[in-house]
T-cell receptor, first 113, second 114 residues
Framework: ETGVTQTPRHLVMGMTNKKSLKCEQH?????MYWYKQSAKKPLELMFV???????ENNSVPSRFSPECPNSSHLFLHLHTLQPEDSALYLC????????????FGPGTRLTVT | AQSVTQLGSHVSVSEGALVLLRCNYS??????LFWYVQYPNQGLQLLLK??????LVKGINGFEAEFKKSETSFHLTKPSAHMSDAAEYFC????????????FGGGTRLMVKP
């Protein structure tokens, strides 16, 4: 499945670093999402963008900063992370509206040291 | 508010046996329901979805699920398990036309024994 791509696939960063995760969708969708998947915890929705506008911020700490420059690209900027932020970060896209399924990228495995 | 409960974080079946993964939901509006599968080191892939049409929904890889409003359930079944079905399965609910936020259950890891 190459409809939603994420880079990098793996990232190790120190607590004082700044890095960015990138997501790109080639499906013509108008909604994009960031999820966090941690071991032994349910999949957590972080941010939702509809038509490039952020419509949901699920009480995410400010050390995570999303950016959606257009409907095909989504970034997650990371700075001063904590070890508990280590997780798999998944990007997804869909047509806007609850009727439509979301298509997921392969994720970025983030380790904070 | 909506929520999803998946009973059993781990389910083990023998190859060729029936697969039954349980999902119960809570929603204040008519729900849309989804089952996703996640293989190791991959993202989630849609298996099937219910969007208020037929209550018995058929998906990919021989899976199906039945929406039962009276039981608030959307259990996933497959008549005969295959080794390649070993993966983690997630049930999810959305608010329907009110929004496109998905709430996921905790997931069920399916193991298939030869």
């Amino acid at each position: 499945e190459t409809g939603v791509t994420q880079t990098p696939r793996h990232l190790v960063m120190g607590m004082t670093n700044k890095k960015s995760l990138k997501c790109e969708q080639h499906l013509g969708h108008n909604a994009m999402y960031w999820y966090k998947q941690s071991a032994k915890k349910p999949l957590e929705l972080m941010f939702v963008y509809n038509f490039k506008e952020q419509t949901e911020n699920n009480s995410v700490p400010s050390r995570f900063s999303p950016e959606c420059p257009n409907s095909s690209h989504l970034f997650l900027h990371l700075h001063t992370l904590q070890p508990e932020d280590s997780a798999l970060y998944l990007c997804a896209s869909s047509q806007a509206g609850g009727l439509y399924e979301q298509y997921f990228g392969p994720g970025t495995r983030l380790t904070v040291t | 508010a909506q929520s999803v409960t998946q009973l059993g974080s781990h389910v083990s079946v023998s190859e060729g046996a029936l697969v039954l993964l349980r999902c119960n939901y809570s929603s204040s509006v008519p729900p849309y329901l989804f089952w996703y599968v996640q293989y190791p080191n991959q993202g989630l892939q849609l298996l099937l979805k219910y969007t208020s049409a037929a209550t018995l929904v058929k998906g990919i890889n021989g899976f199906e699920a039945e929406f039962k409003k009276s039981e608030t359930s959307f259990h996933l079944t497959k008549p005969s398990a295959h080794m390649s079905d070993a993966a983690e399965y997630f049930c999810a609910v959305s608010e329907g036309n009110a929004g496109n936020m998905l709430t996921f259950g905790g997931g069920t890891r399916l193991m298939v024994k030869p």
